[in-house]
């Protein structure tokens, strides 16, 4: 018996399972803005949409969204891996993402060196040119 078998027979409740890897180099796989309408169809299903309590049980990382979505419960149940990330927001550059509030800091050394300088580093006009909002 797997277990969330075995969470849903001890706890005698619903459970929802979503496991998304914002890590992997996996296109849209990670936590986004369509996952709430995935939820939300879900949950459509279920006779009552509004439970008395609800629990998020964390076996991997929770960032950001997934963070702020385990804050919002009335239970955090984690397991020896398992743990809550910075909420804060992010930007893709390239293949990798990073703190947007990092990314800031990073330009604005870069924009005063350049205007020292009189001119940008070509590598980091290319990491730059790289940014893309997620």
């Known amino acids: 018996m797997g277990y969330m078998s075995e969470y849903i027979k001890l706890r005698k409740t619903f459970a929802l399972l979503y496991v998304t890897a914002i890590t992997k180099p996996i296109p849209d796989i990670a936590l986004g803005q369509d996952d709430y309408y995935i939820i939300h169809d879900l949950l459509r ?30 239970d955090i149940l984690m397991t020896e891996s398992g743990s809550l990330g910075a909420i804060d927001a992010q930007v893709k550059i390239g293949r990798f993402v990073v703190s947007a509030h990092d990314y800031i800091e990073w330009t604005e050394q870069e924009r005063q060196e350049a205007v020292k300088l009189g001119k940008l580093n070509p590598f980091d006009a290319t990491i730059i040119a790289q940014i893309i909002i997620p």
Do not use: R
């Open 45 to 74: 299903g279920v006779n009552s949409p509004k439970f008395d309590q609800i629990s998020f049980v964390v076996s991997g990382e929770a960032k950001n969204a997934g963070t702020i979505m385990v804050l919002s419960g009335d």
